[in-house]
């Protein structure tokens, strides 16, 4: 059966499960019911047996009684036998349970075994508890029968007492009690026949109770048994629908799973331990093995795919390492001309503000050259008008026509102008600290290249 037919069938067979159901409940209470009345049945049974065997009962007591009195005259026993026939005729309160031993405890001197019940004659019992029309017919002659049987009894014990019927049917004193014709009386064959004629319908009715109540517990029995079956019927049934609605959800979890639970869990296994080449075998495509199926052909495509990416992966990655390796030695070499540069740019830095410092001093010694040239300047003009004027006194010398000894035209301070020359020239280099005129005839001048060279030798960075 395939996984539609089970499906169209599985809401058919829940809902003759449901009315199965319905009907065990049914049958259910009908077993109920025929069990109550079965149970009441059988109790209305025993209840009749009872009143029965209380009515046969009575008579063997009034029998017991009444020969009892009439051999030993006690009047107690008259007395109990009268209360029988009142309690029976309803005439009395009925004892509790009275249907147990009673009298017997009576006569051994207990004046009331158990408290008394309720007022209610035999005959009104038997209307309650059911009796037929052909049950009471037998009663009525039963009855009739011992009314006789009652009569001789009295007859009996009135003759213990002296006393015997007059013409008008009353008993009235005759003499001495006649002991014999009362033994008589309750013993003789005329009482042997009235009590078979009481018990021969009392055993009638006997049977007629027997009767009835077989066939009402025959009644109930079978009712409670058709009852049962028709339970047992819908329970077989109800077992049966639940068997089927199992088969068609097994028969429907096996087309959903595509095979036996083993076999999928088998598959699931293999493939989950990394086994995908695990032979599945040919089902629907939309069960769960032909759903794990399709799985496994994309997982063999993800994983074929995932190791081409890998590889072309894996050899980027060593491209990248390699590049990396590259660009990390090139990155070290970068470092070291980094701190070569550094370490140029802090010399450069050192440098230039050595620089810095001898520009300063260089403007410095420019503003000292300045003012030296100046005074130079004036030095020169002085010189130059003093050589003007020697000149003109030359010429004014030759002009007069003196001419002087051989040898030096004498002049005040003329001498010291070479020598003043001559100081300027090997003038020391400490001279460019000093500025202003000498304390000489003359300014004392530096020497131009003697400054450079000092200034050159107190840069060194300049060389580099």
Not at 95 to 105: A, G, N, V
Not at 383 to 399: N, P, V
């Amino acid at each position: 059966m395939n996984t539609a037919s089970s499906s169209k069938a599985m809401p058919y067979v829940v809902a003759a499960l449901a009315a199965t159901f319905a009907g065990l409940i049914y049958t259910f209470v009908l077993m109920k019911g025929a069990t109550e009345d079965l149970n009441e049945v059988a109790d209305r049974r025993y209840r009749s047996y009872l009143l029965a065997d209380e009515l046969r009962q009575s008579s063997d007591d009034l029998t017991r009684l009444g020969r009892t009195y009439v051999v030993t005259a006690n009047p107690e026993f008259e007395r109990e036998y009268l209360k029988i026939l009142d309690i029976r005729n309803g005439k009395a309160p009925r004892p509790q349970d009275y249907h147990r031993i009673y009298w017997d405890f009576v006569a051994a001197g207990q004046s009331q075994p158990r408290p008394d019940g309720e007022t209610i004659s035999l005959q009104e019992l038997m209307v309650k508890a059911g009796f037929s029309d052909a049950e009471f017919a037998k009663l009525r002659a039963a009855q009739a029968s011992s009314d006789g049987l009652v009569e001789l009894e009295t007859q009996a014990m009135n003759a213990v007492k002296g006393l015997s019927l007059d013409a008008q049917g009353n008993y009235s004193a005759t003499g001495q009690p006649d002991m014999a014709a009362a033994r008589e009386l309750v013993h003789g064959a005329r009482y042997h026949e009235l009590k078979a004629q009481i018990m021969k319908p009392l055993d009638e009715f006997f049977v007629l109770v027997e009767q009835r109540t077989e066939t009402e517990m025959a009644a109930a029995q079978q009712a409670l048994n058709n009852a049962q079956n028709l339970f047992i019927t819908n329970l077989v049934l109800l077992i049966a629908e639940i068997a089927l609605l199992i088969y068609l959800g097994r028969q429907r979890t096996l087309a959903q799973l595509g095979s036996k639970p083993q076999v999928l869990g088998n598959v699931l296994n293999e493939i989950a331990s990394g086994n995908l080449s695990v032979h599945i075998p040919p089902t629907s495509s939309d069960s769960a093995l032909g759903l794990v199926d399709i799985m496994n052909h994309k997982l063999k495509t993800l994983i074929g795919a995932a190791s081409a990416t890998s590889e072309r992966l894996s050899s980027a990655v060593d491209q990248v390492s390699q590049v990396v390796g590259d660009t990390a030695e090139r990155a070290a070499k970068q470092n070291d001309m980094t701190d070569l540069v550094a370490t140029a740019v802090h010399e450069m830095g050192l440098t230039v503000q050595e620089i810095a410092r001898s520009a300063g001093n260089a403007a410095t010694a420019s503003q000292e050259a300045q003012d030296e040239a100046k005074q130079a300047s004036r030095v020169v003009s002085e010189s130059t008008q003093h050589i003007e004027k020697m000149a003109g006194d030359w010429r004014r010398f030759q002009g007069s026509g003196r001419t002087g000894r051989t040898g030096r035209l004498h002049r005040p301070g003329a001498g010291r102008h070479p020598r003043h020359l001559r100081t300027d020239q090997s003038a020391s280099p400490q001279c460019r600290h000093r500025s202003g005129p000498s304390r000489g005839n003359g300014p004392r001048l530096c020497s131009g290249r003697r400054r450079g060279a000092d200034a050159g030798r107190a840069h060194p960075g300049l060389d580099r």
